[in-house]
């Protein structure tokens, strides 16, 4: 599919009057969301948040503890508006890695700051894995994966 051919019954995204293009696409009228959060359990909490706070540099937005048996943390991506969530209960968390092909896929500005990601990670004891989709090594993204297991791409973000 060329970049002209539409989505069959795909919902069409506009800018609004008000929207520019920093402040980009604006969710559908039918579908009207205010902030998205990906929440997964975890039997590593800490060494998680850590993973994302300290090596990644995500900030730490807040969290909670003892919610109906329940400890969470939640992890900021670049604004309040886009969170991740890391989660365990008090009778445990077992959480399997997905597929090696479920991915977070963080873009960067160019290819100088994945270098820079790749360095941060590397000095903190994470190395670089082989991604499941040749794509992603083609573009010159670096796949990575969290104490979990969960993988995590460092790609360019395309103009």
Do not use: Q
Request: aromatic residues 10%; glycine residues 8%.
């Amino acid at each position: 599919m060329t970049k002209d051919e539409s989505v069959p019954n795909a919902i069409p995204v506009s800018f609004t009057s008000s929207a520019t293009p920093s402040a980009g696409p604006v969710w559908p009228s039918a579908l009207p969301v205010r902030r998205v959060r990906v929440a997964r359990p975890t039997a590593r909490l800490d060494e998680v948040v850590a993973f994302y706070v300290d090596v990644l540099g995500l900030p730490r937005l807040g969290g909670f503890e003892g919610h109906d048996g329940y400890d969470g943390v939640f992890v900021g991506l670049p604004s309040w508006e886009y969170h991740l969530e890391f989660t365990r209960h008090v009778e445990g968390s077992p959480c399997p890695a997905p597929t090696r092909d479920n991915l977070l896929v963080l873009y960067l500005n160019d290819p100088a700051a994945v270098e820079a990601m790749v360095r941060r990670v590397t000095a903190r004891g994470y190395e670089p894995i082989e991604p499941e989709n040749p794509y992603w090594e083609k573009t010159g993204a670096v796949t990575i994966e969290d104490p979990d297991g969960w993988r995590i791409v460092f790609a360019v973000a395309s103009t």
